[in-house]
Each structure stands twice: as C-alpha cells, then as structure tokens.
C-alpha cells in the first residue's frame, strides 16, 4: 500500500448508507487518500448482491455486497467494512464478504473498521490502511469526520422539515442536492462551521406553505435501512408528499455519541442510554441489533406526542422480529400508532405505498379527533 511507488492516491470504498460516503471522502483527504464512492445503490447493486449472497442473509448484507462488486469493477484498491461484536449478523459480514469476494476472483484488499473501539477503532484502521502511524492527521481526520456526520445529519432533519411543507413538490430536494455538493468540497473545518449558515439559508429558500396540517412521526428500525433511501424504498420522500414531518430515532451522529465520541465530550442523555431507561420493563437488556433501541424509541414517542412511529426491519433479523413482537404489549400502555415494514428485495412498491397512505390517513384522522376533544374540554372551561 505503498503510496510513493507508484505516486496515486490510494482508493478505499465503503458501502452505501445515505450520505456516510460523504463524510468519509471528506475525512480521507488528511491521509492523501481517496475515497471511492461507487454509484449509489440500484436495482443493479441489489441484483449484484441477491445473485452472490445467501438467499435467507438480511437486505443489508445483499446491499453492502453489490456496493463492493461494483467499487471493486469501477477501480477501487481497498474495500472497507464496519464490523461489530454482539448477536447482530453484522459481525460475521466481513467472513462472509470476503469470501464471496474471493470466490468471484477479485483480489481487491479488505479491511475492517470495528465499531465499538471507539477513537482507537479510527486510529488503528488509517494505521492500517496507510501502512504508518500519523497521529495528527488522524486526529484531524477523525474530528472532521464527527463533525460532518453531525452536520449531515442536521440537514436531514432540515430536509425533512421544508419537504413537509414545499409547495412546488421536489423543491426542497433539488435545495438539498446543492447542499450535499457544499459539502463534498469541504477541506477544513473552518470551512465547515462557515456552510452550515450557507445550508440553512439555501434550504430556506424552498417556498412552504405554513398552515398545511402537517403531521409529525419517528422512524426506528435497523439503522441501516432508516439511514438508507434506496432500502427503505425513500419512505421519507413518500410521507414529505403526504404532510408528514420525519424524524429519524436512529442516525450517524446518534450512534457515533455511544461508541466513538468520549463521555466527557457526550453532553446529554445518548440514545443507548436513553434506550436503557425507556426500553424496561419490556425489554431489560440488549439482546442485538438495535432492538433496545427500537422498544424504546416507541416510548419516547409517545413521550413526546408524536402523531406516529414507523418500525422497518429487513426481512429474517432476529433483533427486530423480537422488537415488532413486544410492539402489541406496548400499545397497552403508549397511546401511539405503530406501522411495522418489514423490507427485502422482494418488497414492491405499490403495496407499500398503499400501506404508508393508509398510515397517514389512520393518523390525521386521530389527531383531528384528538383536537376536537381538546376544543371541548376548552369551551367547558
């Protein structure tokens, strides 16, 4: 890995997961390194991953795979997976995609990037992947890294907001595409601080209409496919077009807080530790995958107010198949409407649009009658 041999940047590929790969190419230009990034997921990638996985793996794994054939196809030195302990397929991934990688001939390098070593995690993989030690750059890296993955994630949340609420549908979009090419060209984090005032002053030109009855609903699941749009088969577009606000419980930045960023530097309640105190009594520990998460996330929308949560899983995950069976005695006791997707390459669109428009519906009409009797009670008084 040798840069100075043949005096080209080295190229590392890492897999699709909404805007992570923008975050990364930033990070890796301390290095001199370039980060491959594939075309975004397709029906090709998915295809790719089917015809060379398992048949009954998650749709994640199926994903990630079709990422790297098609990294590996387009020209990448390095392949780079997350990897994690725990009862979560995840953390046999790298076995498996090496050696599927290996059986299609490709001689590609693989490296792994282990998710709970936290700052030493990130040091030892530019360790790796450079061949020498740096620890400045990698300090450097590593903080602009965080600090995108934030700041991405805050212009979801304004995405969200604006599409809810446009008036020439697809605006706000258009708005945000601008702001994610801002962001790829970012080369220090002095420029960083400076664009996120640019961001917000651009999305806010998107012309939104401010009395539209707008509803307000959390998406939990597998992280992989509430941080995915090609996965999750856009769900966020889809509800932005019917009135709906979302807001994902689980993102980047939420999990960087538990497992990279130092206590001292957390600030608040994190998520896992929130999931730890709203999950009992119905789930008292971690039992894998982001189901502690997901019990809990229910919880705090209801908590909250919140006109309604959407729970998607991949088909065959163990974690959240144990999650949407806890959901019914939940309801019990969280005055909140619960829609379960259970996603995988078989998943057609028709159907789940129907089911999202059905959704919708159930809860406008819940919140009006909720306002009603509110009103009621007010006039009584």
Partial sequence: MKEQQNDKKIKVAFPHMGTISVAWSVALREFGVEAYVPPYTSKKTLSLGVKNAPEAVCLPYKLILGNFIEAIEGGTDYVAMLTSPGCCRLGVYGINIQSALADLGYETKYIELSLYDGIKGL????????????????????????????????????LAYYRAREINQGEAEKHYNKCIEM???????????????????????????????????????????????????????????????????????????DAIIPKIFRGKETHLQRAERLAKPYLNRDIGGDSLECVSDVAYANLNKKDGIIHISPFTCMPEIMSQNIFPAMREHHNIPILTLVMDEQSGKAGYITRLEAFVDLMRRKKRKNIMAENKIQAKL
Wanted: hydrophobic share 40%.
């Fill in 183 to 257: 962001y790829k060209q970012v080369k220090h984090l002095r420029e960083l601080r400076k664009l996120k005032k640019k961001v917000k002053a651009e999305m806010a030109k998107t012309q939104i209409d401010k009395k539209r009855e707008i509803l307000n609903v959390d998406i939990t699941g597998e992280i992989y496919l509430v941080g995915d749009p090609f996965s999750n088969q856009y769900i966020e577009r889809e509800l932005g077009r019917m009135g709906v606000q979302t807001r994902r419980s689980l993102t980047v930045s939420s999990f960087l807080k």
């Fill in 123 to 158: 040091f030892n993989f530019f360790h790796k992947l450079l061949g020498r030690t740096d620890l400045i750059a990698s300090i450097k890296s590593t903080i602009m890294m965080i600090r995108m993955v934030f700041a991405l994630d805050d212009l979801e949340t304004l």
